[in-house]
């Protein structure tokens, strides 16, 4: 059974991929963009549970709800403070086109938040498990983050905040739905498995189109253009008489 914890040890799969996530970081440009999308998936995450506060008819939770989206609020602004730090140092030149987005993704998968409609059950469920997700990520990421000491501690400071989510969400699940709390987080967990795996399909259709398209364009392009080539040496250069046939007057439209 899940229970709060003071800290989040950081998933074997997100361990497996920290080499990937320092290449990732290390890139100064790299860092800038991703900070800057972390911060826009931070305060958009602040205003579904904001939006999640105003439907929720728990008192308790509402409350919560509202310091939580205050902490999301906050930490869009932290990463957009230090993305524009680095800009000022660094001004960036290009976007790489290489982000690593479904590798290092902006922390919660909050982005997937549908406030209207949800039990309070189900809304925890899907909050504690995003909260755990960003708590193993952000644990990775200020790991890697030796080269970058102001990014770190701000990684630091916001995983403090997304530790305290991860357990007020399972706390307060087990006290609304003490007897089924297990089930929704089940269920939960399933949609983002679901939700995880389309994400990557979506990655491997785009590589697997554009390797298609590359092929298309080296095979079946150059007969097209032979054959052109060809047509194109047997027509008769300059102008060409017209038959007497098609010469007559033009006295219709068409
Ligand atoms: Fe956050
Ligand atoms: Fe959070």
Redesign the pocket.
């Given at each position: 059974m899940d229970s709060p914890r003071s800290h989040e040890r950081p998933t074997a799969f997100d361990r497996m991929l920290a080499p990937v996530h320092r290449w990732i970081w290390r890139n100064a440009e790299r860092r800038v963009q991703k900070l800057l999308r972390f911060g826009a998936t931070?305060t958009d995450?602040?205003r579904d549970i904001l939006r999640a506060a105003e439907v929720t008819s728990d008192p308790l939770l509402r409350r919560l709800y509202l310091e939580h989206a205050i902490?999301?609020f906050r930490?869009g602004v932290l990463f957009r403070r230090r993305a524009a730090a680095l800009l000022s140092v660094s001004p960036s030149r290009s976007n790489p086109s290489f982000q690593g987005d479904w590798l290092a993704p902006g922390?919660?998968g909050?982005d997937d938040l549908q406030a209207d409609g949800e039990s309070d059950d189900a809304m925890l469920a899907f909050l504690h498990l995003s909260?755990k997700a960003?708590a193993s990520r952000f644990t990775v990421y200020r790991d890697v983050m030796q080269h970058d000491p102001p990014t770190r501690a701000i990684f630091e400071e916001?995983l403090h905040?997304?530790t305290f989510?991860m357990n007020y969400t399972l706390t307060q699940l087990a006290r609304v739905a003490p007897r089924r709390h297990r089930r929704h987080l089940w269920r939960a967990r399933l949609s983002r498995l679901w939700k995880g795996y389309l994400r990557l399909a979506t990655a491997l259709a785009g590589i697997l189109g554009s390797i298609i398209l590359t092929i298309q364009y080296f095979i079946m392009l150059p007969p097209f253009a032979w054959l052109a080539k060809r047509a194109e040496r047997r027509e008769h250069a300059g102008w060409t008489p017209v038959s007497p046939e098609r010469n007559g007057s033009l006295d219709r439209q068409y």
């Open positions: 931070e995450g602040g902490d999301e930490h922390g919660h909050l909260e960003a916001i905040d997304e989510h």
